[in-house]
């Protein structure tokens, strides 16, 4: 049976481990070190390290993968092929070079579009209509190796990340699998990814969750749906930060960030259209939906946000 070490950190990569752990010999798992989390600040370890656990597979934590100290860890494992999913460093050449299959990758995008860390924001933030998974070879760049296979699904119109994250997470554990089968006895063959229609998703900032009100309503529902649950999409108002935490695109016409409150719903100019909240919350306070916020805080009927 082939021998695999997986690699992989967030909530993302746990059914694929599962995954390859029904099927194949998984002999070994890397993922990133105990972060501290929450308000105690307490280190926690990644969902994968719990699988991991759970599933009796010894885990190494590495720094940085590149250190000699993780190489020589590697090298402990017998691995014939390495496979990895999100797992959130680049794996350097001496670390490809190590299994005799090579590495394969579970990216969260139809290659070559969206090439990088965030492709699930990315593809919503952008309003494209599909997405998928694509299980490659891994070599030195970002993203460029040779593909296996290709999966397509529709984004739905109220998708946000957070839904789109899980059901790339199932489908990526589920077509994994096949093609490694397929990889291994030679059925399928690894084809170079197009030369055009190439598109990167760098990681995402808390700060490039703050709302241009000049952009229009269809693309700041873009960018709510893609921020959520993180980093989030904001507003200022009289200097203090407001979360939009979800809402819709309505016809109409203000000028871009002026607030229109109209029966309890709350409207906001934009570059093109009008943006219609549904859920928000002043930093530091609880989430409200739309009427509550405005009953609290009537004085924004008429303001502007910026």
């Known amino acids: 049976m082939v021998k695999i070490v997986f690699m992989g950190t967030p909530e993302f990569s746990v059914p694929t481990l599962k995954a390859l752990a029904a099927a194949y010999d998984v002999i070994g798992v890397v993922t990133q070190p ?23 597979i010894p885990v190494i934590q590495p720094e940085r993968l590149r250190n000699p100290d993780a190489i020589d860890a590697l090298k402990q494992w017998p691995a014939d092929l390495f496979v990895v999913a999100a797992f959130g460093q680049i794996l350097p050449q001496s670390v490809l070079d190590l299994p005799r299959l090579g590495c394969l990758n579970v990216h969260a995008s139809l290659l ?4 990088g860390a965030s492709p699930i924001q990315h593809a919503i933030k952008a309003g494209d ?7 490659m070879k891994m070599d030195a760049g970002l993203d460029t190796g040779p593909i296996l296979t290709m999966h397509e699904i529709d984004i739905a119109p109220d998708e946000t990340s957070a839904t789109l994250h899980e059901r790339l997470s199932k489908l990526g554990a589920e077509v994994l699998i096949p093609a490694i089968a397929g990889y291994v006895d030679g059925t399928i063959v690894p084809r170079p990814q197009p030369g055009e229609g190439v598109t990167l998703a760098p990681q995402i900032r808390k700060d ?31 200097g203090r930060l407001v979360k939009v935490l979800s809402g819709k695109v309505e016809e109409g016409s203000l000028p871009a960030g002026c607030v229109d409150v109209v029966d309890g719903r709350m409207l906001i100019g934009t570059g093109s259209g009008v943006y219609a909240p549904t859920r928000l919350q002043m930093a530091g306070r609880q989430a409200l939906d739309v009427r509550a916020f405005v009953n609290g805080q009537p004085e924004i009927d008429g303001d502007l946000l910026q």
């Not at 070559?112 to 090439?115: A, L, N, Q």
């Open 129 to 135: 209509a599909r997405t998928g998974v694509t299980i």
């Open 112 to 115: 070559p579009r969206w090439r």
């Open 34 to 56: 105990d972060r501290p989390a929450g308000r105690s600040r307490e280190p926690l370890p990644p969902p994968v390290k719990v699988a991991a656990d759970m599933l009796g």
């Open 208 to 238: 490039d969750g703050r709302i241009a009100w000049s952009a229009s309503a269809e693309r700041i529902d873009h960018l709510v749906r893609a921020f959520t649950p993180w980093p989030g999409t904001f507003t200022m108002w009289r």
